[in-house]
Nanobody
C-alpha cells in the first residue's frame, strides 16, 4: 500500500488560495488513482477531486469546479490540490487518498490508503 502525508492546510480569508500537497511512499504511486476528499463537521466525507493513474480528465465535485485543480507529479510521488477563490463552505478536514493499483475509482470505497488529514479553514 501507499503511505500518504498531507501538508499545506491552514487559515485563509474567503477569496484566497491554498495549495495542499500529499507526499506518497512506494513505487506503486504511478499506477494508482489519487483523490482528495473532505469532511466538514456533521457532514459525510465528500470526494472533491480525483485523478486516474492512466491519464484522462480529472474528476471534480460540482461545488469546486472552476476553482480547484488536482495534479500529480509521478516523479515526486506527490499529488496536489490547488484551491482558489475559497469560500467559507470549503472549510473542512481534507484527506488525500490512494486507490488500488491499475484500478478506476468512483467512491471512497475504491480507496485503500488515507492520509491523516489537514485542516482548511476559510474565514469570512
Amino acid at each position: 500500500q501507499v503511505q500518504l502525508v498531507e501538508s499545506g492546510g491552514g487559515l485563509v480569508q474567503a477569496g484566497g488560495s491554498l495549495r495542499l500537497s500529499c507526499a506518497a511512499s512506494g513505487r506503486a504511486f504511478s499506477y494508482v488513482p489519487m483523490a482528495w476528499f473532505r469532511q466538514a463537521p456533521g457532514k459525510e466525507r465528500e470526494l472533491v477531486a480525483g485523478v486516474s493513474w492512466g491519464g484522462g480528465s480529472p474528476y471534480y465535485a460540482d461545488s469546486v469546479k472552476g476553482r480547484f485543480t488536482i495534479s500529480r507529479d509521478n516523479a515526486k510521488y506527490t499529488v496536489y490540490l490547488q484551491m482558489n477563490s475559497l469560500k467559507t463552505e470549503d472549510t473542512a478536514v481534507y484527506y488525500c487518498a490512494a486507490g488500488r493499483t491499475y484500478s478506476d475509482y468512483s467512491t471512497a470505497a475504491d480507496f485503500i490508503s488515507w492520509g491523516q488529514g489537514t485542516q482548511v479553514t476559510v474565514s469570512s
